[in-house]
């Protein structure tokens, strides 16, 4: 429609930069470069047409799903020529990307947005920003004041060259950084295809410079007198001057071809490759004896520096200082410093350890500088504060390795409570044991006979009711055992025992008138001094038989009218029938 503004504007399927960090975590250093390249491209092509981009943070950078990298948001960007209006008017920026000059007010330009490029590709590679504070104006500060943490000692895993340029880009001073983003983009360039540059030797300052320095050219006066005498000759004589150029051009060559060569001489006779010593990019790690025969082969002077090492194995280079890059050589007579491993730092352990008190072993192992853990057990046997054992490993010579530590094991005494034992007296066996065991205490029986106790029944107790005790200890109960009762009989010669004769006899006239001469008798039995048995009979009866029951040996006592006429023991176990005579 004319006369109508518009914006056209590109659909973009992708995420954008920070979305992919936030993912991603730290991104593999070799897209980040790739990303950045593309990044330092674009903004190439904007500084050549005049253009500040003033926002560059991962927010506005999308890529897109075939790996595009597009730079979008330019919305506080400004001409070069206009590019002194500062972070704090309306244009504010994006404080963690900013550029020192940005966020101290000053004039910002295409420099500033090469800042803003270091920290994105920091950003990238860390996984997050080199400065960050709880307030706008305190990220603002440390733009300005603080050095950032090199992002090589947050991952390891980017090549130097990487933590150099990235470095180089965030530099304080704007003079220090790249010229331009095309310059940036050369370095990575040359990062991309030789991950190993070292970039603090090829971007020093003034080599270029001091090579391209012109020679200012000086006029004299006397010179041009000869020249135009020259020239009068040779306007005599005119093949003259085309000889003598001829003649000074193969003087020329010669003089360049002869000092190339000497140039070359000279160059193969002062430099050599840094030779791997230490084994890397995993090569084979040289002895120390191997390491000085190829240094002295190849003319560098050494400094061996010997030190201890966990890793590497005794007599081995550990690291090399110069260390090692393929292709880069450096002048021979320079020196390299050889650290070579002394094997695992030892010490030697004091003597009689495990005889000591745990305070003493402490004392020795702390004047012998080992490193030493104490570990609390319970023990059933070793009282509460005693040694346990020692737990580490020593060679032949005593010799322990010094990154190691001795575990001492020290008692933490029983791990059994405190019980009392209850009262058990008069309890039935089975509730007895369920008290016992209820407060972990093991339980043995014994049977005994009380003969006022009924069966089963609990008649003492050891140890006694209300003595404490460890949880484990044995706790015997006497359980009532009532035996069962033997049956048997005595048989009573009751004639025998009162002399009466059981033949019959002619009667007797009686002594006393009117009175008749008794014929019974009264027989008591005491079996155990218990009445079993009481009963009047005949004197002449000669089997009374009386039916008694014992637990086998008993004390039996015959009273023939209150006279005892019996008194001994019968052991029903052995038989049954006892006949009293």
């Given at each position: 429609?004319?006369?109508?503004?518009?914006?056209?504007?590109?659909?973009?399927?992708?995420?954008?930069?920070?979305?992919?960090?936030?993912?991603?975590?730290?991104?593999?250093?070799?897209?980040?470069?790739?990303?950045?390249?593309?990044?330092?491209?674009?903004?190439?092509?904007?500084?050549?047409?005049?253009?500040?981009?003033?926002?560059?943070?991962?927010?506005?950078?999308?890529?897109?799903?075939?790996?595009?990298?597009?730079?979008?948001?330019?919305?506080?960007?400004?001409?070069?020529?206009?590019?002194?209006?500062?972070?704090?008017?309306?244009?504010?920026?994006?404080?963690?990307?900013?550029?020192?000059?940005?966020?101290?007010?000053?004039?910002?330009?295409?420099?500033?947005?090469?800042?803003?490029?270091?920290?994105?590709?920091?950003?990238?590679?860390?996984?997050?920003?080199?400065?960050?504070?709880?307030?706008?104006?305190?990220?603002?500060?440390?733009?300005?004041?603080?050095?950032?943490?090199?992002?090589?000692?947050?991952?390891?895993?980017?090549?130097?060259?990487?933590?150099?340029?990235?470095?180089?880009?965030?530099?304080?001073?704007?003079?220090?950084?790249?010229?331009?983003?095309?310059?940036?983009?050369?370095?990575?360039?040359?990062?991309?295809?030789?991950?190993?540059?070292?970039?603090?030797v090829f971007n020093q300052e003034g080599i270029v410079s001091q090579m391209t320095k012109s020679i200012p050219i000086v006029k004299n006066r006397r010179r041009e007198d000869e020249k135009n005498k020259k020239k009068t000759l040779f306007e005599q004589k005119p093949w003259l001057k085309w000889v003598m150029l001829g003649v000074a051009a193969i003087i020329v060559l010669i003089i360049i071809v002869l000092g190339t060569i000497f140039?070359?001489?000279?160059?193969?006779?002062?430099?050599?490759?840094?030779?791997?010593?230490?084994?890397?990019?995993?090569?084979?790690?040289?002895?120390?004896?191997?390491?000085?025969?190829?240094?002295?082969?190849?003319?560098?002077?050494?400094?061996?520096?010997?030190?201890?090492?966990?890793?590497?194995?005794?007599?081995?280079?550990?690291?090399?200082?110069?260390?090692?890059?393929?292709?880069?050589?450096?002048?021979?007579?320079?020196?390299?410093?050889?650290?070579?491993?002394?094997?695992?730092?030892?010490?030697?352990?004091?003597?009689?350890?495990?005889?000591?008190?745990?305070?003493?072993?402490?004392?020795?192992?702390?004047?012998?500088?080992?490193?030493?853990?104490?570990?609390?057990?319970?023990?059933?046997?070793?009282?509460?504060?005693?040694?346990?054992?020692?737990?580490?490993?020593?060679?032949?010579?005593?010799?322990?390795?010094?990154?190691?530590?001795?575990?001492?094991?020290?008692?933490?005494?029983?791990?059994?409570?405190?019980?009392?034992?209850?009262?058990?007296?008069?309890?039935?066996?089975?509730?007895?044991?369920?008290?016992?065991?209820?407060?972990?205490?093991?339980?043995?029986?014994?049977?005994?006979?009380?003969?006022?106790?009924?069966?089963?029944?609990?008649?003492?107790?050891?140890?006694?009711?209300?003595?404490?005790?460890?949880?484990?200890?044995?706790?015997?109960?006497?359980?009532?055992?009532?035996?069962?009762?033997?049956?048997?009989?005595?048989?009573?010669?009751?004639?025998?025992?009162?002399?009466?004769?059981?033949?019959?006899?002619?009667?007797?006239?009686?002594?006393?008138?009117?009175?008749?001469?008794?014929?019974?008798?009264?027989?008591?039995?005491?079996?155990?001094?218990?009445?079993?048995?009481?009963?009047?009979?005949?004197?002449?009866?000669?089997?009374?038989?009386?039916?008694?029951?014992?637990?086998?040996?008993?004390?039996?006592?015959?009273?023939?009218?209150?006279?005892?006429?019996?008194?001994?023991?019968?052991?029903?176990?052995?038989?049954?029938?006892?006949?009293?005579?």
């Open positions: 429609m004319i006369g109508m503004y518009y914006i056209v504007m590109e659909l973009i399927k992708g995420k954008t930069l920070k979305e992919i960090i936030e993912e991603e975590g730290r991104i593999p250093w070799k897209v980040a470069v790739d990303i950045a390249k593309q990044i330092s491209s674009a903004l190439e092509m904007a500084h050549k047409n005049g253009i500040v981009h003033r926002d560059i943070k991962p927010h506005n950078i999308i890529i897109s799903d075939d790996f595009t990298v597009k730079v979008t948001d330019f919305g506080i960007a400004k001409a070069v020529t206009n590019a002194t209006m500062t972070a704090f008017g309306s244009t504010i920026g994006s404080v963690h990307y900013f550029s020192p000059e940005h966020a101290k007010g000053t004039i910002t330009d295409a420099k500033s947005d090469i800042y803003s490029i270091g920290i994105v590709m920091y950003e990238m590679v860390t996984g997050r920003v080199p400065f960050d504070a709880d307030t706008p104006v305190s990220v603002a500060l440390k733009q300005v004041q603080e050095k950032p943490i090199e992002p090589i000692s947050i991952n390891p895993e980017i090549p130097e060259g990487l933590n150099y340029i990235i470095l180089k880009a965030m530099k304080k001073d704007k003079e220090e950084r790249y010229n331009s983003a095309n310059e940036l983009l050369q370095d990575l360039e040359i990062l991309s295809k030789h991950p190993e540059t070292d970039f603090s140039l070359l001489n000279q160059d193969r006779q002062k430099e050599a490759y840094i030779p791997n010593l230490a084994g890397a990019q995993d090569e084979k790690r040289l002895t120390k004896d191997e390491a000085i025969a190829l240094l002295d082969k190849l003319k560098f002077k050494y400094e061996i520096i010997e030190e201890y090492s966990e890793e590497v194995p005794k007599g081995e280079v550990i690291k090399q200082d110069p260390k090692f890059q393929p292709n880069y050589m450096i002048k021979t007579g320079s020196t390299i410093k050889v650290y070579v491993s002394k094997g695992l730092e030892m010490v030697k352990v004091p003597d009689d350890l495990e005889k000591k008190s745990v305070d003493d072993i402490k004392k020795a192992l702390d004047e012998a500088g080992i490193k030493y853990e104490v570990v609390e057990e319970h023990s059933e046997e070793v009282e509460k504060g005693k040694l346990l054992k020692l737990e580490y490993t020593k060679n032949d010579q005593g010799e322990m390795p010094k990154k190691d530590s001795i575990k001492i094991y020290v008692s933490k005494g029983t791990s059994r409570k405190d019980v009392v034992i209850p009262k058990l007296e008069d309890l039935k066996r089975e509730e007895a044991i369920r008290k016992l065991q209820a407060l972990n205490l093991k339980v043995t029986e014994q049977e005994t006979y009380v003969e006022y106790k009924s069966n089963g029944i609990v008649t003492l107790s050891t140890p006694t009711a209300g003595t404490t005790v460890k949880e484990g200890t044995e706790v015997k109960i006497f359980v009532n055992k009532v035996p069962e009762l033997i049956k048997g009989k005595i048989v009573i010669n009751v004639a025998k025992m009162t002399g009466t004769s059981t033949t019959p006899s002619a009667p007797s006239t009686p002594s006393t008138p009117g009175s008749t001469p008794s014929t019974k008798v009264k027989v008591k039995v005491e079996l155990d001094d218990k009445k079993i048995e009481e009963k009047e009979v005949e004197k002449t009866e000669t089997e009374l038989t009386i039916n008694v029951s014992s637990l086998g040996r008993s004390r039996l006592n015959v009273y023939i009218n209150e006279s005892l006429k019996y008194d001994d023991y019968i052991d029903l176990s052995q038989k049954t029938t006892w006949n009293i005579e």
